[in-house]
């Protein structure tokens, strides 16, 4: 065979598998779409931004809305969804270590704060002795709100905790002058409870989801600096370096993405990108 055939031959295969390449990725775009797993509310609403700009790209994106106690990681895990958006880094190491899951972060999305709320108090500090305070029941959540009544003073945790490395539950509680009654629930049901307590820990999503912003009607919210909980994209550990990875943050971490987040939500959602 002549050299020059054989170039020929070689660079017909190398397009070849360029194409191939392309049909993997044109399968999202077009027959098969990426389905990425959010909860309702706020990661919804931006999704629906999400999924135009990629489809503006070639890609094509289906948030898939997961509702009640169903796991967004669970379906991630067993390959009923490509994606999931809707965790902070401390949540989904939690829940890798519980259950096992081979699940990675790839990408920052957003910071959604936690707040306390109230029906009946203007302040965390006007709270009454043996008030009754909802906390999320999930450690990581839980946490979150624990830091916000120490940075408060209303209690005190044990020495050398550190929400970077770890997370805090009540056992860690060493002091509580004002003997606050705590009420561990789910997140969901603490936001449609917010009246049956003096107050309550809601996670950002579901507040919004009852008409809460954590700017405008939280009575305390969490510190935004130095704050380990933002929110991620996670994938199967195995599609870590799949084709369309890429592309899918690209389209989140755009600038229509940043604008909507920043209008929309006027700082109690923020973007991390």
Known sequence: MQRRQLFRLLGSFSLALAIGSMGTMGAHAADKPLKVGVRGGVDEEIWE????????????????VITGTASPNEALNNGDLDANSFQHIPFLRDQVKQRGYKIVAVADTLISPIAFYSKKYKSLEALPTGAKIGLPNDPSNQTRALVILRDHGLIKLRDGFDPYTGTATLADVTANPRKLDFIESASVVLARSLP???ASAIVNSF????GLIATRDG?????RANNPYVNIIAVREKDKNAAWVAPLVKAYQSEEVRKFIETKYQGSVVPAF
Do not use: C, T
Request: net charge neutral; no cysteine; glycine share 4%.
């Open 196 to 198: 049956d307590v003096d």
């Open 49 to 64: 931004v999400v999924a135009k700009v990629a489809k503006s790209r070639g890609l094509n994106v289906e948030p898939v």
């Open 219 to 223: 009575i305390a919210v969490e510190k």
């Open 207 to 210: 507040a919004y989801q009852v």
